[in-house]
C-alpha cells in the first residue's frame, strides 16, 4: 500500500487538513515530518473547529495512528497543552508516537529567537519567535537535545551545559539579557519525561513495518514549498524542509517507497511574515480577501498577507515536489469576484518569465503579468461534483490545471470537512 507526501504549492495555509480529511478514511498512519508549533492545520468537523499546531491533523481521524517524526522539532510544553485541550473536548489522543530522534525546543532558544528578531530591525525574518530557528541550528552545529536524551539526565545535563557555554556568552554580551541556569533547563525539560517515555518509539521502523503489511502512511508537511529552507524564499523561509524530499529525511521512508505527491494550493495567495510576494493585494482589495478568506494565523492569529493566485509558483511547485495530485481549496472565498485575475508570468527589467526567477533579487522585483477569468456569483458551497459548479468556477479550475500542469483531483469550497467537490480519487 502507498507512502502518500502532502505538501503545501505556496507560503503555507493552503488548507491541508482538509485534503488529510479527505483521505482520512484510508490511512492508518499520518506522519508529521517538518517544523513544530510554528504553523497549524485548521479543521473544521461538523460544528467543532480544531486548531493544531505541533500535532499532525490525523490525530483527528478514528482508527489513525499519529506519528511526529524525526525531522520535527518539539516544544513540550505545547505538546502536553496541545494533547491535553483535544482530551478534554473528547478527543482520543492515546495512539500518539513520537521518534526518539526528533529534537527538542529548550528554553534558551524560544530567548534567542524572540532577541535575535528584535536585533534584526528592518531586516527581521518574520519568524514566530517560538525557538525554531535556533533549534534546527542547533541540530545541524551537532549541539542539540534530542528525545532521548531526556531518558539519560546525566546525558542531558551534558549537552545543555555545553549549548550555554556559548548561547550565554551571546544572550549577556550581546543582547543585553541574563544568562541562563543549566539547573533551570534540565529540571524543565526533565518535569515531561515520564509522560513522554510511553510516546517515544523508534518511529521509522514503524513505518517500515506499517508498510510491508500492507498499511497506508501519509507524510504531511508543515508550511510550504516556498518556505522551505532549500527551494523557498530564502531568507524569508522556514528552518526545515517542507518539500516532498524532506518527507523522507524527517521519517525514514525512503523515496523509493512514495508513490503520490499531493499538493494543496489555496485558490489565491497567501502568506504570514516578511519576504517578496508579487501578487499581493494592498489596502481595500487585500482586506476584502483577507475577510473573505478568514485569513489569521492557526498559530499565532497574525492578519495574512493576501493576494492572487500565482501560476509561476504552481508550476515551481509541481517541479520540485513531483506533484501527482493538486487539491484546490478555497475556490468558494474566490465567489463574487469578476473577473478574477491569475498571474501567469512576471517582468522583471523588461523581460517576461514564464518560471521561477534565478537570484531573490529578481524575484523581488518581478511584477505579475496577469489573465483574467470570467467570475461567478452562485454559491458553490453546496457543490458536490464539478459539475455541480457554475461554468465559469469549472472553467478557473480547468484553466489553473493546464497553467500549472498537474491535475487537480479535488476542489474545496467550503471550511467544512465534507465541502469538497471530488474529481478523482487521490489513492489509486
Known sequence: MPAIVLVGAQWGD???????????GHLDYVVKFNGGNNAGHTVVIGDETYALHLLPSGILTPGVTPVVGNGVVIDLGVLFDELEALDARGVDV???????????????????DKVTERFLGKRKIGTTGRGIGPTYADKMARVGLRVQDLFD?????????????????????????RAVSVDEVVDELMSYADRLRPMVTDTGLLLAKALDAGETVLLEAGQATLLDVD????????????????????????????????????????????????TELHGEEGDRLRKAGGEFGTTTGRPRRCGWLDTVIGRY????????????????VLTGYDPVPVCVGYEIDGVRHDE???????FHHAVPIFEYLEGWHEDITEARTLSDLPAAARRYVETVEQMCGAPISAVGVGPGRDQIVAVRDLIR
Not at 156 to 164: D, F, M, P, S, W
Not at 317 to 332: E, P, S
Not at 356 to 362: K, R
Open 14 to 24: 493552503e488548507g491541508k487538513g482538509k485534503a488529510t480529511d479527505l483521505i482520512g
Open 94 to 112: 492515546s495512539s500518539l508516537v513520537i521518534s526518539a530522534n526528533a529534537h527538542l525546543i529548550p528554553s534558551y532558544n524560544r530567548v534567542l
Open 153 to 177: 539526565e546525566k546525558i542531558l545535563r551534558q549537552k545543555v551545559e555545553g549549548a550555554l557555554d556559548q548561547k550565554n556568552q551571546l544572550l549577556v554580551k550581546v543582547y543585553n539579557r
Open 231 to 278: 527551494h523557498g524564499t530564502y531568507p524569508f523561509v522556514t528552518s526545515s524542509n517542507a518539500t516532498s524530499g524532506g518527507a523522507c529525511t524527517g521519517s525514514a521512508i525512503p523515496p523509493t517507497r512514495i508513490d503520490s505527491v499531493i499538493t494543496v494550493m489555496k485558490a489565491y495567495t497567501t502568506r504570514v511574515g516578511e519576504g517578496p510576494f508579487p
Open 317 to 332: 511547485a509541481v517541479r520540485v515536489n513531483g506533484t501527482t495530485d493538486f487539491v484546490l481549496t478555497k475556490l468558494d
Open 356 to 362: 521561477m526567477p534565478l537570484t531573490q533579487t529578481e
